[in-house]
C-alpha cells in the first residue's frame, strides 16, 4: 500500500481530480506538503506533542512518510535525512533551539489520543 493511504479506506479524491493525469494531479498533491512544511519550519513554537494532541501526526510522522516514500522508490534516503527535509535543519539541533519540555496534561493528552493518532510504519500500531 502507498504510505499516503490510510490502511482501511486509501485516499479519497473527487472525481475532477482523479481523473487528471498523473503528473498533474502528483504536483497538485504535493505543493500543500511544501506548504504545510515551510509552515511547520516557520513555526517553531508549533510544538509536536501539540500536533499530536490536536491532528494526530507531528514532523516525526511526516519525516516517517517522506522515508516511506523514498524507500518504496529504492532511494537512499535515511530517518535523520527525512527529518532534515521536515525540521529545515538536522533534528538535533531543532531540538535543542525550539523543542520544550511537555507538560503533564500534554502527556495526558498524549495518552488519550493515542487511539487517534496517524498510523505510521514504524510506529507499530495503525489507526
Not at 487528471?20 to 509536536?48: C, M, S, V, Y
Not at 500536533?51 to 516525526?60: D, P, S, T
Not at 535543542?96 to 514504524?122: C, I, K, M
Request: with cysteine.
Amino acid at each position: 500500500m502507498p504510505c499516503s493511504e490510510k490502511p482501511e479506506t486509501g485516499l479519497k479524491l473527487p472525481a475532477a481530480i482523479a481523473a487528471l493525469d498523473e503528473r498533474t494531479r502528483l504536483e497538485l498533491e504535493a505543493a500543500p506538503f511544501r506548504g504545510l512544511i515551510a509552515h511547520l519550519q516557520w513555526r517553531t513554537d508549533a510544538q509536536n506533542i501539540d500536533l499530536m494532541n490536536l491532528a494526530g501526526f507531528c514532523r516525526n510522522c511526516l519525516s516517517k512518510w517522506y522515508l516511506n516514500a523514498a524507500k518504496e522508490r529504492g532511494l537512499a534516503v535515511d530517518y535523520d535525512l527525512a527529518r532534515e527535509v521536515v525540521y529545515g535543519m538536522p533534528y538535533p539541533e531543532w531540538k535543542q533551539r525550539f523543542q520544550q519540555d511537555a507538560t503533564a496534561e500534554q502527556q495526558r493528552r498524549f495518552e488519550e489520543t493515542t487511539p487517534l493518532h496517524a498510523f505510521v510504519s514504524g510506529h507499530g500500531k495503525q489507526a
